[in-house]
């Protein structure tokens, strides 16, 4: 008969967190940022529907990184816990604090009594009336929350695009300015960009982006893809200064939702009616 | 600033299961004790104790659909409310609004807006037209022991279809029975009490490819045509400054109309009507 090897606890734990930290830094890095108006995520991501990003509740959003089905299973969770107390007590009583400790309690619960720890990191972020009220969790895999300011980034060189963000970061940065500074920041380590002549910038088809938009009455979370990405990066290019005239392309064109959008698609500026405050605008034509 | 978080436990484990997107449906498996149809259904017919709201008009226009309710609820021979909300935002690009029982009427709005919010959010895709028609149909159906014992609630759903063939309509109606029977209706649609007046002022004022404007009109009238013969369904009200309800859903979303603008139009119908009938 073969006795099991004595293995100390700090070793196992020491072996887990070397496995999920493996795991994490193989993928491609998530910023997180505030800017003026709330918080901006952007995710190197070349897959449309296979998101990193997403809506937990009005305020609340989400980032991840790392395998997929398990922070896909846990974005499922968030939604669902933020749902059930929104419908039993109030829209207004469901917090980021309150999901960010289940994720917390859930990965440690994971990372301490199942053989494989969850390989991902997590970010849930609130915006609220003012900058100052602007909330960002970093969550780990082995449970442990932290509150920080200003921005995250979170998978793959994630040291190298933050120290880059720490950089140019500046509190209060407009919308075009924030992604600018974050696509900088990501395009610098990632191996998409390290072609010929030093590194280029992500292209919009490259990369995840969207908005928690305090602006915006009730729901705040909008992703922003195709001509609204296309248009917000042009912007940025031309040093983060607002052009007076508008390209064509920014004519409103994903406000005339695609068949079976979600609400909250495209441009950040254009009002969401969902909510039944203000007038509608009219179709453009574009 | 950093923690691990403590006391608090994290999700049950039936939050974890990657298995369907309906909020109903997880309510159902987690805490059923929040669903309406889960309750006991009362013995003894308590129609009489509970408020309800009246009259709900739906129309279709050339950019879309129009619905819009009255300001009363019942109870008995009593008014109970003279500024209830009975049409309200479903999502984006839907409204529904509610005749019957106020209380159940309007927890059912309030797990039905959750239900395609909840939707849209784990898939990432919102619900076509019809499966939103559906899925009201569903919840419906779950009240109808309710429904006998007086607790009846019958609504009205409406919506811009973003999958609308060219060349029909993209706004389209459908209304309901208590078994949640499910029908599409075509043009224009009324519910509640004062729903056969509404539904002959429509007859009369209403035509297919209306411009806004016009259908709005159409609608306000079919509603003061309403309040004119049933008692339950209550007319615009100047000292209170209380007006009908009205949503427009077009391409560009659901949105409510402003007061001033619905007061507009149902001052300009009494005032054509003081002229025609207050002659003496």
Not at chain 2, 77 to 84: A, F, G, K, M, V
């Amino acid at each position: 008969m073969t006795m099991p090897y004595y293995a100390s606890p700090e070793q196992v734990m020491r072996d887990r967190s070397e496995y999920a930290r493996k795991g994490i830094s193989r993928g491609r890095s998530v910023a997180v940022v505030t800017y003026a108006d709330g918080v901006l995520f952007i995710a190197e991501n070349p897959s449309s529907t296979l998101h990193k990003v997403g809506e937990l509740y009005d305020r609340i959003g989400f980032a991840a990184v790392g395998r997929y089905s398990e922070f896909e299973s846990l974005r499922v969770a968030g939604v669902r816990l933020a749902d059930v107390r929104g419908y039993s007590y109030n829209r207004r009583d469901v917090t980021g604090r309150v999901i960010a400790n289940a994720y917390a309690q859930t990965l440690g619960e994971i990372f301490t009594q199942q053989t494989k720890p969850f390989e991902v990191e997590l970010c849930v972020a609130e915006v609220g009336e003012t900058p100052e009220s602007d909330q960002l969790y970093r969550l780990t895999f082995d449970g442990s929350v932290v509150d920080e300011p200003d921005f995250i980034v979170m998978g793959g060189q994630a040291d190298a695009v933050s120290a880059n963000l720490r950089e140019h970061f500046l509190p209060g940065m407009g919308l075009a300015e924030a992604l600018r500074v974050g696509v900088q920041a990501l395009s610098a380590v990632s191996p998409a960009t390290a072609g010929n002549g030093g590194p280029g910038l992500l292209s919009g088809e490259l990369l995840e982006v969207a908005v928690l938009d305090r602006r915006r009455p009730k729901r705040a979370f909008r992703r922003i893809t195709g001509a609204a990405l296309r248009t917000l990066l042009d912007r940025s290019d031309e040093g983060g200064t607002v052009a007076a005239e508008e390209p064509h392309t920014a004519a409103h064109a994903p406000s005339v939702p695609q068949p079976g959008t979600p609400a909250g698609l495209g441009d950040p500026d254009v009002p969401d009616t969902a909510g039944g405050t203000g007038e509608a605008t009219a179709p453009d034509a574009g | 600033m950093s923690e691990t978080s403590a006391g608090r436990s994290g999700f049950p484990p039936a939050y974890l299961d990657r298995v369907g997107s309906s909020f109903t449906d997880f309510l159902a498996a987690t805490s059923p004790d929040l669903l309406p149809s889960r309750r006991p259904v009362p013995q003894l017919p308590v129609g009489e104790l509970a408020p309800h709201g009246t009259t709900i008009v739906a129309v279709t226009y050339d950019g879309g659909v129009l619905m819009g309710g009255d300001r009363r609820a019942t109870m008995g021979n009593l008014i109970s409310s003279r500024d209830i909300e009975k049409v309200y935002p479903a999502d984006a690009w839907s409204v529904i609004g509610i005749a019957g029982a106020a209380g159940i009427a309007i927890e059912m709005v309030r797990l039905y807006q959750v239900e395609l919010e909840h939707y849209e959010k784990i898939e990432g895709l919102t619900l076509s037209l019809d499966g939103k028609a559906n899925r009201l149909a569903q919840m419906i159906r779950g009240n109808l022991g309710a429904a006998l014992q007086g607790l009846a609630v019958v609504p009205l759903f409406a919506g811009f279809d973003l999958d609308a063939a060219p060349g029909t309509s993209p706004g389209r109606i459908f209304s309901y029975d208590v078994t949640g029977g499910n029908y599409e209706e075509r043009g224009y649609a009324s519910v509640g009490s004062g729903s056969l007046f509404a539904r002959n002022s429509l007859k009369k004022t209403w035509r297919p490819g209306l411009g806004g404007d016009a259908a709005t009109r159409s609608l306000v009238e079919a509603l003061y045509d309403a309040a004119d013969d049933d008692s339950a369904t209550g007319g615009p009200d100047p000292v209170r400054r209380l007006y009908p309800i009205v949503y427009r859903v077009d391409a560009e979303g659901a949105v409510r109309l402003a007061d001033d603008e619905v007061a507009a139009v149902a001052s300009g119908i009494t005032d054509e009507r003081a002229a025609a009938d207050g002659q003496g």
